[in-house]
């Protein structure tokens, strides 16, 4: 028997996202200590902004709010990912680390699309 969705921390969007962001603030920490205000700094923002954005919309009381602050999570998973691949570029990180993030981001960026077409056709409908 499945349960439904009571939460937000029953998305697996939500979860995955987590998961990403944890991933980005573990990557952070091969950063050298003068990136603490600068790279490190905004790959954890970005990183955390995703899950934050998808909670922050579950909890609102409109289909149109919910998919708009989606659409922001989505930015936010955009940002992330080019922070990350500056970060390769310069020789921050290495493609070795980045990798899994950038695949992981990929996943959640398709899993935002078909959420967000999801309410959308639900709310045309």
């Keep these: 028997m499945t349960q439904g969705i009571r939460s937000y921390r029953d998305l697996r969007v939500w979860q995955l996202a987590m998961d990403l962001a944890e991933e980005a603030y573990r990557l952070t920490h091969v950063l050298p200590a003068a990136e603490i205000y600068g790279m490190a700094s905004q790959i954890r923002r970005s990183s955390a902004s995703?899950?934050?954005?998808?909670?922050?919309?579950?909890?609102r009381e409109s289909t149109g709010a919910y998919v708009q602050f989606l659409?922001?999570?989505?930015g936010s998973l955009k940002e992330l990912e080019t922070h990350i691949l500056l970060a390769e570029r310069v020789g921050l990180?290495?493609?070795a680390s980045s990798a899994p993030i950038l695949k992981r981001a990929e996943d959640i960026g398709r899993m935002l699309n078909a959420l967000i077409k999801s309410l959308r056709s639900r709310q045309q409908g």
């Design 50 to 59: 995703i899950p934050a954005n998808i909670a922050e919309g579950y909890g």
């Design 71 to 74: 659409r922001t999570a989505r």
């Design 93 to 95: 990180v290495e493609p």
